[in-house]
């Protein structure tokens, strides 16, 4: 397992709201990145393979006079690393005009002020996004969190970033070396050496895949052996973090706020997936009485959507 202390350092600046901390705030709860907190407050320490090689990098995030710093430990290309890292912060995406959308919106708006300057969170990769859905087909995600936390310790490389070891999970040619391993059962190592493939053809470049037509992008990644419409969906929203595509397959989110608010001029309807991910973090849009669930929307526990409507009643007071 490889270990590099080389470190280069990088600036993004955010357009428009922005707060790490939300970042932070929100990877501590979200599962699949098995994110813990650091002796040293407001910093974020990611780890993963930089796109295009297979290099695992470790990257140390703060937030400095409106301006994310990004200290880079690894012997990537920084300039392909630093917009990994703003991918996955989605500080790709102008959000300057996103305060305008609570201005047209009540709704949004509550939303805004609950949750300021979030910004959707993606996966390292769409790799990486594959991967979580297969590894987590048919167990639970807190199941399939341990297993993905398991093989980046035990397949992956090992990063030290300013004294503290973070891993990376397997880069795809590593992938494809894996025969066996606890908690992968069924097809699964199969479908993994098949994503792993198709990532090192590029076929699962991010940019690629956002350049495409939606629908065609959305059939080209259900090629891939258990990959269907929610997955596709999964990766091309969380792993290449298309701003302009938003599902009506998730059960949680089954109106796009555009539907709710026909006068938003366009170039604010291009937040709709920002809006949705706050939306997701509260209520499913079908109780806020504008659409009924998607067709093919699973079933929620009975627990979980009396909550939510809580929630929803609470945001349209």
Same mark, same amino acid.
């Given at each position: 397992?490889?270990?590099?202390?080389?470190?280069?350092?990088?600036?993004?600046?955010?357009?428009?709201?922005?707060?790490?901390?939300?970042?932070?705030?929100?990877?501590?709860?979200? =599962?699949?990145?098995?994110? !813990?907190?650091? +002796?040293?407050?407001?910093?974020? /320490?990611?780890?993963?393979?930089?796109?295009?090689?297979?290099?695992?990098?470790?990257?140390?995030?703060?937030?400095?006079?409106?301006?994310? %710093?990004?200290?880079?430990? @690894?012997?990537?290309?920084?300039?392909?690393?630093?917009?990994?890292?703003?991918?996955?912060?989605?500080?790709?995406?102008?959000?300057?005009?996103?305060?305008?959308?609570?201005?047209?919106?009540?709704?949004?708006?509550?939303?805004?002020?609950?949750?300021?300057? $979030?910004?959707?969170?993606?996966?390292?990769?769409?790799?990486?996004?594959?991967?979580?859905?297969?590894?987590?087909?048919?167990?639970? %995600?807190?199941?399939?969190?341990?297993?993905?936390?398991?093989?980046?310790?035990?397949?992956?490389? %090992?990063?030290?970033?300013?004294? +503290?070891?973070?891993?990376?999970?397997?880069?795809?040619?590593?992938?494809?070396?894996? &025969?066996?391993?606890?908690?992968?059962? @069924?097809?699964?190592? &199969?479908?993994?050496?098949?994503?792993?493939?198709?990532?090192?053809?590029?076929?699962?470049?991010?940019?690629?895949?956002?350049?495409?037509?939606?629908? &065609?992008?959305? &059939?080209?990644? !259900?090629?891939?052996?258990? %990959?269907?419409?929610?997955?596709?969906? /999964?990766? *091309?929203?969380?792993?290449?973090?298309?701003?302009?595509?938003?599902?009506?397959?998730?059960?949680?989110?089954?109106?796009?706020?555009?539907?709710?608010? #026909?006068? *938003?001029?366009?170039?604010?309807?291009?937040?709709? #997936? @920002?809006? =949705?991910?706050? $939306?997701?973090?509260?209520?499913?849009?079908? /109780?806020?009485?504008?659409? #009924?669930?998607? #067709?093919? =929307?699973?079933?929620?526990?009975?627990?979980?959507? $009396? !909550?939510?409507?809580?929630?929803?009643?609470?945001?349209?007071?």
């Amino acid at each position: 397992m490889a270990h590099s202390t080389l470190k280069q350092q990088f600036e993004i600046a955010p357009r428009g709201p922005y707060s790490l901390a939300a970042s932070i705030d929100f990877l501590s709860g979200f =599962a699949p990145a098995a994110h !813990q907190a650091h +002796e040293t407050a407001n910093h974020l /320490h990611l780890a993963f393979v930089a796109d295009g090689s297979e290099q695992s990098v470790g990257v140390c995030l703060r937030e400095e006079d409106c301006t994310v %710093i990004g200290e880079m430990y @690894g012997e990537a290309s920084k300039d392909v690393v630093r917009k990994q890292v703003a991918r996955i912060l989605s500080l790709d995406i102008d959000g300057s005009d996103f305060s305008t959308v609570g201005e047209h919106d009540p709704v949004v708006g509550k939303l805004q002020a609950r949750y300021p300057a $979030l910004r959707p969170i993606c996966f390292y990769s769409t790799y990486e996004a594959g991967a979580w859905i297969l590894i987590s087909h048919r167990i639970r %995600i807190t199941q399939a969190a341990r297993l993905k936390a398991r093989m980046a310790r035990e397949l992956g490389d %090992i990063v030290d970033i300013h004294g +503290e070891q973070e891993y990376a999970f397997p880069a795809p040619t590593r992938l494809l070396q894996l &025969e066996s391993f606890p908690g992968l059962f @069924g097809r699964k190592i &199969e479908y993994l050496h098949r994503l792993a493939e198709a990532t090192i053809a590029g076929q699962l470049d991010a940019a690629r895949l956002r350049s495409l037509p939606q629908e &065609e992008a959305l &059939e080209a990644l !259900q090629q891939l052996p258990g %990959i269907g419409i929610f997955s596709a969906e /999964h990766i *091309l929203l969380r792993g290449a973090g298309d701003p302009d595509y938003l599902t009506l397959n998730e059960p949680r989110l089954t109106s796009p706020p555009s539907r709710r608010s #026909p006068g *938003l001029p366009s170039q604010i309807r291009a937040f709709q #997936p @920002g809006i =949705a991910r706050h $939306l997701r973090k509260l209520a499913p849009l079908s /109780h806020l009485g504008h659409l #009924p669930p998607a #067709p093919h =929307a699973r079933r929620r526990n009975p627990r979980n959507s $009396l !909550q939510l409507q809580r929630y929803a009643r609470e945001l349209t007071q």
